[in-house]
């Protein structure tokens, strides 16, 4: 039996692109006609590319993966969230925040965030405090709610993610494509194909034809859950066993989101011993521990490298004073073989000719 028929495509608009002059040239192969300046995609690809999405949902669900709805466009908010709710998985319908699958171990803290306050407003945490900081903890709470609700439950990265419309959400799609998640997504006629794992040719403006689409993403998910729980029964092993595994690198993500943080050998801001210069490449090596003695003039305090590797001390000179003003004799010089210079003539005759007067 098939997932979709041809009538419910037609009816929902699936079939009407957008306008001939706003067009990616490598949608051509999935339009079919163009009409009054409207391409018209061709509903038979559209078919057999939503079996193959189907197909791969449901079998990567069976295997224990997650499936992530994103669809932050009007249109879309309200049929990601009630479907993915429907099956259980994690959605994005609000503003996709820069970092949330590559920056995961981060995202993840702001979860345990929330989870922190609403457990506090259910055991009354907020009881004894002020109005201000119940405000300002309960306006925290909305934030988080209103950004990272729909993936509350998200302990890892999903194993795929399906969008609605690619140019909207092209930055969880880069950032799907540099952990190499398969994106499964509605391709209007000015999307990038190069960009989609499975495509799926159709309209993603219309309200019907998104809400149809997501519902048939749904539904692969929820015949991989009802899968997965018939092979864990098969096999006489709780469900939870059936799951995939965390690769290497997810590991290594939700370890930095629980670990904290200790000085030590590889922690940049360790301190270092005294007398001993630091590792190269680092703002604080232009401070080492001064090499001269103590009793330098300098005391205990650190001494800058560049004091002692740059400035070079004055040497003591021959200096000489000028002749004085009132006696008009010279002041004795500091060096033997310091020439001697006489007074200046015109000077002289100033000092008599104001003597005189």
């Not at 002059?21 to 079919?32: A, D, H, S």
């Not at 879309?76 to 925040?97: C, D, H, I, K």
């Not at 003039?297 to 000028?322: I, N």
């Amino acid at each position: 039996m098939a997932v979709v028929t041809m009538k419910q495509l037609l009816d929902s608009g699936t079939h009407f692109g957008h306008q001939t002059r706003r067009w990616n040239p490598k949608m051509k192969r999935f339009i079919f006609t163009d009409r009054n300046g409207i391409y018209i995609i061709d509903l038979q690809q559209t078919l057999t590319f939503i079996d193959k999405a189907y197909e791969f949902v449901k079998e990567t669900v069976a295997h224990g993966g997650t499936v992530l709805f994103v669809g932050t466009k009007k249109q879309a908010q309200e049929s990601v969230a009630a479907e993915a709710t429907r099956v259980g998985m994690p959605y994005v319908n609000q503003r996709w925040l820069g970092g949330m699958l590559t920056n995961f171990s981060t995202v993840h803290k702001r979860l345990q965030r929330l989870k922190e306050l609403e457990a506090m407003e259910q055991t009354g945490g907020f009881e004894g405090r002020t109005k201000k900081e119940i405000l300002g903890l309960t306006r925290e709470k909305n934030k988080l709610e209103r950004s990272l609700g729909g993936i509350r439950d998200m302990s890892k990265v999903p194993s795929a993610i399906w969008v609605v419309d690619t140019n909207k959400e092209h930055i969880a799609v880069g950032e799907a494509r540099k952990l190499g998640i398969p994106v499964i997504a509605i391709l209007d006629t000015n999307c990038d194909p190069d960009e989609v794992d499975y495509p799926i040719p159709g309209n993603d403006d219309a309200i019907r034809s998104a809400a149809l689409l997501t519902k048939v993403i749904a539904s692969a998910v929820a015949e991989g859950l009802q899968a997965r729980a018939g092979l864990g029964r098969g096999d006489g092993k709780p469900e939870a066993e059936t799951a995939e595994p965390l690769a290497e690198w997810e590991q290594e993500l939700l370890a930095a989101a629980t670990t904290p943080v200790t000085a030590g050998a590889g922690d940049p801001t360790a301190e270092t011993p005294p007398n001993q210069p630091l590792t190269p490449h680092r703002k604080a090596d232009h401070w080492r521990t001064s090499p001269l003695p103590m009793s330098s003039g300098f005391g205990s305090s650190p001494v800058p490298a560049c004091w002692t590797a740059r400035t070079r001390w004055p040497k003591p000179t021959a200096t000489s004073t000028r002749p004085s003003r009132r006696s008009g004799s010279k002041a004795p010089r500091t060096s033997a073989n310091a020439p001697s210079e006489p007074p200046p003539k015109a000077w002289s005759r100033r000092r008599r000719a104001c003597s005189s007067s």
